[in-house]
């Protein structure tokens, strides 16, 4: 049964009252919000949603495990394929550039025809292998949790690492 003119019932009057978090729009970086019980927040805005910008150095959760599309479609590839080709078939990848070295990177293409597609079975073999995969996926997600704990990528920590140990050696 509908409401009458002055009537208001339970659905409606809940639309109407809104609460003061209910829009942020209008409020600027670092400015100071006092919400409904009194507590203060300052003001931060970002394009990234509030689960990427959470976190010790605002770098995410470290405990989330989840993938964005871009690192499940061009990270991770890219990470399975340079340890494809320098560790995993690193033995027909050097036999093809010995190739293309003796006979030029033109006249190459045509006589290095066989080490090309060893070369690329090799690296087909291993790409569609699932545990592969896998195991890539695990050391980037281990990686980019330890980025967000310590608010340092892998190479900042070596750096870091190596000035601690050249302080270390300096006053021997």
Known sequence: MAAGPGEHDAASSSFEKLLKTDDLSGLKEGEIFVDEDGK??????TIMPHYSSSGPYSMGDPEDRSLRRIEADVIIPNRMNKQI????????????IECLREHGAVKGFKQCK????????????RFHDIAFRQKMTD???AERSEARRTGMTTRERR???FRQWKAQNAEK
């Open 40 to 45: 203060k927040y300052r003001v931060k805005k």
């Open 85 to 96: 080709e320098q560790v995993d078939c690193k033995d027909t990848r050097m036999s093809l």
């Open 114 to 125: 066989a080490q090309l597609a060893v070369f690329n079975e090799c690296k087909a073999e």
């Open 139 to 141: 050391d980037y997600l």
């Open 159 to 161: 750096l870091e690492e």
